[in-house]
């Protein structure tokens, strides 16, 4: 199956997701609820979606929908009753219920670490990121366990081999980039 079907499944199974989730709240009122997604890639474009389309009010919810760029600091939202339904990495999750959170996954609409490592016109090989850098959103994202598996699978290791920063989202990421 190639990247774009994946993508494309995903997004339905998200969608339905986001349906069966929503469905039990009675459409008579408007329950004021902050909803947050992490991602503002294609994937997660069905947080929004969800509300221009008119689906959280269908479902008697007064959506606020907010981007915050990190499971890490969703699960902290969530947490601390600020958001009440997020998107976020297992990880971030898995972390949370470790330290004794609260909170509960109700869904995965995508199984797999989706990440790209993109680098310097000068990488040839997995020795050549010795000594360089891997910029993710936060320690505990899915972005950190995605460099950090990806780092063991070329037999390099973390923070020993390639420093691992903390950069922010996507974006911020992208912008960090530079040349040597």
């Not at 009753?81 to 996954?105: C, E, P, T």
């Not at 037999?155 to 990421?173: H, T």
Request: proline share 1%; net charge negative.
């Amino acid at each position: 199956m190639n990247d774009t079907t994946h993508g494309w499944r995903g997004f339905l199974s998200a969608t339905v997701f986001l349906l069966i989730v929503f469905s039990w709240v009675n459409a008579d009122s408007q329950e004021k609820i902050r909803v947050s997604y992490s991602s503002t890639d294609t994937l997660n474009s069905l947080w929004t979606i969800a509300g221009d389309a008119g689906f959280y009010k269908k479902h008697g919810l007064d959506a606020d929908v907010v981007h915050i760029g990190s499971s890490t600091t969703t699960i902290s939202a969530i947490v601390a009753q600020d958001v009440q339904v997020g998107n976020a990495a297992g990880s971030g999750i898995a972390n949370a219920a470790v330290r004794g959170a609260d909170v509960v996954s109700a869904g995965c609409v995508v199984n797999v670490l989706a990440y790209e490592l993109v680098v310097l016109e000068s990488i040839k090989s997995a020795e050549d990121l010795k000594g360089k850098s891997i910029g993710i959103s936060r320690f505990g994202s899915g972005s950190d366990v995605a460099a950090r598996e990806l780092l063991k699978g070329l037999s390099l290791k973390p923070m020993e081999d390639v420093k691992i920063l903390q950069v922010g989202g996507a974006s911020e990421r992208a912008a960090g980039f530079s040349r040597e």
